[in-house]
């Protein structure tokens, strides 16, 4: 069976740091692109950053450039998410997905395969 789970969210202060974990099982990772998207109460999900199959393209939302950082490790079947100097307004559920793709990887939600998602809260 295909599946995402997403790890590593919880509830930090205002600057700090987390790290994301999307973990695949049931297929490979190697020639899926894949994306983190967000969805926090009473808003749209937003595409926040997305990488290549390979990983030599990344593509971030503009107000997490600078902050976040996308890699993948296809032997390890695992995309992460690092986020650093999180504020408030990043405070969402997390979401990765997966969908098999060559080339530069898109920030809109057309992905075949979904996590079930990991909460990030960020408050004082």
């Known amino acids: 069976q295909l599946q995402l789970v997403e790890s590593g969210g919880g509830l930090v202060q205002p600057g700090g740091d987390l790290r994301l974990s999307c973990a695949a099982s049931?297929?490979?990772?190697?020639?899926?692109?894949i994306g983190w998207f967000r969805q926090a109460p009473g808003k749209e999900r937003e595409g926040v950053s997305c990488?290549?199959?390979?990983?030599?393209?990344?593509n971030y939302v503009d107000s997490v450039k600078g902050r976040f950082v996308i890699s993948r490790d296809n032997a390890g079947n695992t995309v992460y998410l690092q986020m650093n100097n999180l504020k408030p307004e990043d405070t969402a559920v997390y979401y990765c997905?997966?969908?098999?793709?060559?080339?530069?990887?898109?920030?809109?939600?057309?992905?075949?395969?979904w996590g079930q998602g990991t909460q990030v809260t960020v408050s004082s």
């Open positions: 049931g297929f490979s990772l190697d020639y899926y692109a």
């Open positions: 997905a997966a969908v098999l793709r060559f080339g530069l990887c898109v920030l809109s939600p057309q992905y075949d395969y």
């Open positions: 990488i290549s199959s390979r990983g030599g393209r990344t």
